[in-house]
């Protein structure tokens, strides 16, 4: 059998993240009638669409084919962005958002699944960060090329176009997605022993809740370490409250995304220098340390320490996906990402709606400083709890 050529999976990865919508999907929205609001409760929806699907996708894509899950991925992404360009009604804008919904629940997961599972039939499972951060590198390299050929775009072509051009990428991106190895042992271990649809999901909640690391990653991954995620869908309104043109929306998120992808390269990295959970914790406590800066500032030139905040941020989730994946054994991997792809949109679920209420409040500059205090604290509290345990002599559970 080949090896795993990775190089398949990064151009796959670029590709999947190089579409230009993402840049304005936001502000056309907005321009086609739609308010902040309206807009945190779309954000709002697709997490809540995202969640009925999440389980049992997570479920297929362990029992059955996770190449195939991806190459279904990316063309119901594509459908998304054919329906967005003919919406004009909060209803067909939620439409194109089950789409993607579902587009996203077959991917998260899965591609974790398919890398750690590729890597360990070629006996190199201990460079799933590695390779993993990479894949993410490339994610965040087509994000900034999406995001600067939007910004170009935009001042020729409208950006209902540039919905229809992103639906095309997606569609080319099913050609690659489909020439990834496949590899799945827990498929192959169904083959072996007779397992049933939910006793996949019932393996996966016993290991989660018995396992200490599985558990302190899931939540402070969900609550803390993907506050970036979940600014990422707000992020293009800060153009508005500078008072800036459109050019800027490419501008600052290509800062954003470019930081990004240093992280996903530094993690590696750092990850010899980082042994513990409650290392990673308080490292994590730093990069919303840096958020509350910009925020304190609010200036467009200082986006570099924006930037920083989430560089910091993506090193963090590498590090904590890295010892989730090091912790299963034979469960479905998939299904154990479900929960923490869950819990992500659970809370992006009451973190639209917060964001809402904390729009119609205090001003846009406010608001991202409550963001990140919220996230420091939450970095120093896991740190002192974990600290205590030390003291306790209980701290087994949460080393990496």
């Known amino acids: 059998m080949k090896t795993f050529n990775a190089k398949v999976l990064y151009a796959y990865k670029f590709i999947s993240q190089c579409l230009p919508i993402y840049a304005f999907y936001t502000i056309l929205f907005i321009e086609r009638g739609k308010s902040v609001t309206d807009v945190a409760v779309l954000i709002a929806l697709w997490s809540a669409f995202t969640i009925v699907v999440e389980i049992p996708s997570a479920i297929l894509a362990d029992r059955w084919n996770r190449r195939n899950m991806l190459v279904i991925a990316t063309l119901l992404q594509g459908v998304c962005f054919i329906v967005w360009f003919f919406s004009h009604t909060f209803f067909m804008f939620a439409v194109g958002f089950v789409f993607w919904a579902v587009s996203g629940a077959f991917s998260s997961g899965t591609e974790e699944g398919l890398i750690y599972d590729n890597l360990k039939s070629d006996g190199r499972e201990n460079s799933f960060a590695v390779v993993y951060g990479r894949a993410n590198f490339y994610a965040n390299a087509g994000i900034i090329t999406g995001i600067v050929s939007a910004g170009i775009l935009a001042s020729f072509i409208s950006i209902e176009a540039i919905a229809l051009i992103s639906a095309a990428i997606c569609f080319v991106n099913a050609l690659f997605a489909s020439q990834i190895r496949e590899k799945n042992f827990y498929s192959q271990r169904l083959r072996e022993k007779s397992i049933g649809f939910f006793d996949t999901l019932k393996e996966a909640a016993v290991f989660i809740k018995g396992s200490g690391v599985a558990l302190v990653s899931i939540l402070f991954l969900v609550l803390f370490v993907s506050l970036g995620s979940y600014l990422d869908e707000f992020d293009a309104l800060i153009i508005n409250d500078f008072g800036l043109g459109k050019i800027w929306v490419s501008v600052i ?126 970095g120093l509290c896991f740190f002192l709890v974990f600290m205590a345990k030390n003291r306790t002599g209980s701290h087994n559970a949460t080393e990496l």
Request: with cysteine.
């Open 253 to 378: 998120l290509s800062v954003r995304f470019a930081f990004i992808a240093l992280g996903d390269l530094l993690a590696p990295m750092a990850q010899k220098k980082i042994s513990s959970i409650r290392q990673i914790v308080l490292l994590n406590a730093l990069g919303c340390a840096f958020l509350a800066v910009f925020a304190a500032i609010w200036n467009q030139f200082f986006i570099v320490i924006f930037g920083l905040s989430f560089m910091v941020m993506a090193i963090t989730e590498i590090l904590l996906v890295n010892a989730l994946q090091q912790q299963i054994k034979e469960e479905g991997r998939a299904t154990v990402m479900s929960f923490y792809s869950i819990g992500q949109n659970v809370v992006m679920i009451f973190f639209s709606l917060i964001y809402a209420l904390l729009a119609g409040i205090f001003t846009l500059q406010q608001v991202y400083v409550i963001i990140s205090v919220y996230g420091i604290a939450g």
